[in-house]
T-cell receptor
Framework: EPEVTQTPSHQVTQMGQEVILRCVPISNHLYFYWYRQILGQKVEFLVSFYNNEISEKSEIFDDQFSVERPDGSNFTLKIRSTKLEDSAMYFC????????????FGSGTRLTVV | GQSLEQPSEVTAVEGAIVQINCTYQTSGFYGLSWYQQHDGGAPTFLSYNGLDGLEETGRFSSFLSRSDSYGYLLLQELQMKDSASYFCAPFKTIFGAGTRLFVKA
């Protein structure tokens, strides 16, 4: 069964450093997303991406964040100047359709900012 | 505004049936999806209702009433592995806070 692959599974970074979280969506999916989940809290939408541009973003997704699809397979989330409160599980997801139907989530990257 | 409500916790015994309700207030509603998440795992898509009525997928069923802005997820023949959090989601931008289901032997 097709999977969304995320790397690394766990990243520890020092406050103020930049991190790049990587995702390989399912190959025939056209819509890509990043979500985060702070430990014990609900899943929060960050950004959606379609046709090489951001289609929607949340208030969380400020200038500290950026996304890119550098080639035909990877989808990345960059967090500049990380803060302690950025510590969370970051999930990448992809879908064939743009609404919340049938998203496939990756297994996540646990980001720990120290 | 947009809001979403789910019970925070439900406990049931193995083999039983449990219903997890979801009420929402949104604009531009398309349909309601349900996701399952085990501790430490990723959300997994369970079911989607684009129209009113009941959708059945094996032991899981989901119901939607647009006029009541209400839906539910029905889990039958509960198994221990069904212990997880269940989220309803009317939009990609909104996940419910989740209902934690505890299945007891």
């Amino acid at each position: 069964e097709p999977e969304v692959t995320q790397t690394p599974s766990h990243q520890v970074t020092q406050m103020g450093q930049e991190v790049i979280l990587r995702c390989v969506p399912i190959s025939n999916h056209l819509y890509f997303y990043w979500y985060r989940q702070i430990l014990g809290q609900k899943v929060e939408f960050l950004v959606s991406f379609y046709n090489n541009e951001i289609s929607e973003k949340s208030e969380i997704f400020d200038d500290q964040f950026s996304v890119e699809r550098p080639d035909g397979s990877n989808f990345t989330l960059k967090i500049r100047s990380t803060k302690l409160e950025d510590s969370a599980m970051y999930f990448c997801a992809s879908s064939v359709q743009p609404n919340i139907y049938g998203y496939t989530f990756g297994s996540g990257t646990r980001l720990t900012v120290v | 505004g947009q809001s979403l409500e789910q019970p925070s916790e439900v406990t049931a015994v193995e083999g039983a049936i449990v219903q997890i309700n979801c009420t929402y207030q949104t604009s531009g509603f398309y349909g309601l999806s349900w996701y399952q998440q085990h501790d430490g795992g990723a959300p997994t898509f369970l079911s989607y209702n684009g129209l009113d009525g009941l959708e059945e997928t094996g032991r899981f069923s989901s119901f939607l009433s647009r006029s009541d802005s209400y839906g539910y997820l029905l889990l039958q023949e509960l198994q221990m592995k069904d212990s997880a959090s269940y989220f309803c989601a009317p939009f990609k931008t909104i996940f419910g806070a989740g209902t934690r289901l505890f299945v007891k032997a």
